[in-house]
């Protein structure tokens, strides 16, 4: 069955800095994967979702994930941190019947 | 505003009682879903609804029940037999045309001593 692989469970940037946070799916290529964002006691929100065909996606908040099929990656970017950033991320790949499996999160701090 | 609605934000219980956790949605979606969060575990499917009147167990579904009677509403209760009920509780909801793709209510923090 698919999952996802989130290296890092924290990460620590400084305000204006890129903002990295990885993701590597774990065989087959999906044909969706998805980053959302869960700030401090509140639910999930959808960042963005790659679809089969498209290399680099946009999603809000100034994000976006490129799609490398050669790394079995799916890594979130931003180029400049802010610290409203700060928050948990969590990669979610396919399985099954209409259910995602959720990585194990990254917590992300902007250091001011 | 169409959402999907988690009551309350905080529940207390004592050790044996069972609870039931509110989640109603008017985005008029077909599935339904009940997460767990634990810190450092992701998410962890509970249960599942594809249509009214009928679920699935997730991967975690022992000391839990569901009922799905209404296409709005997926109530989770969390019986005496859960043997760690204390955990962050969240309800997410799927239209049928966007496939995989998950919207999440506030959540329920459920505390139980």
């Known amino acids: 069955a698919q999952s996802v692989t989130q290296l890092g469970s924290h990460v620590s940037v400084s305000e204006g800095a890129l903002v990295l946070l990885r993701c590597n799916y774990s065989s087959s290529v999906p044909p969706y994967l998805f980053w959302y964002v869960q700030y401090p006691n509140q639910g999930l929100q959808l960042l963005l979702k790659?679809?089969?065909?498209?290399?680099l996606v946009k999603g809000i908040n100034g994000f976006e994930a490129e799609f490398k099929k050669s790394e079995t990656s799916f890594h979130l970017t931003k180029p400049s941190a802010h610290m409203s950033d700060a928050a948990e991320y969590f990669c979610a790949v396919p399985r099954g019947n209409e259910k995602l499996t959720f990585g194990t999160g990254t917590r992300l701090t902007i250091i001011p | 505003d169409g959402g999907i609605t988690q009551s309350p934000k905080y529940l207390f219980r004592k050790e044996g009682q069972n609870v039931t956790l509110s989640c109603e949605q008017n985005?008029?979606?077909?599935?339904m879903y009940w997460y767990r969060q634990d810190p450092g575990q992701g998410l962890r499917l509970i249960y599942y609804s594809q249509i009214v009147n009928d679920f699935q167990k997730g991967d975690i579904a022992e000391g839990y029940s569901v009922s799905r009677e209404k296409k709005e509403s997926f109530p989770l209760t969390v019986t005496s037999a859960q043997k760690n009920p204390t955990a962050f509780y969240l309800c997410?909801?799927?239209?049928?045309?966007?496939?995989?793709?998950?919207?999440f209510g506030p959540g329920t923090r459920l505390t139980v001593t």
């Open positions: 985005l008029n979606h077909d599935a």
């Open positions: 790659y679809t089969t065909g498209a290399t």
């Open positions: 997410a909801s799927r239209n049928r045309d966007r496939a995989y793709e998950q919207y």
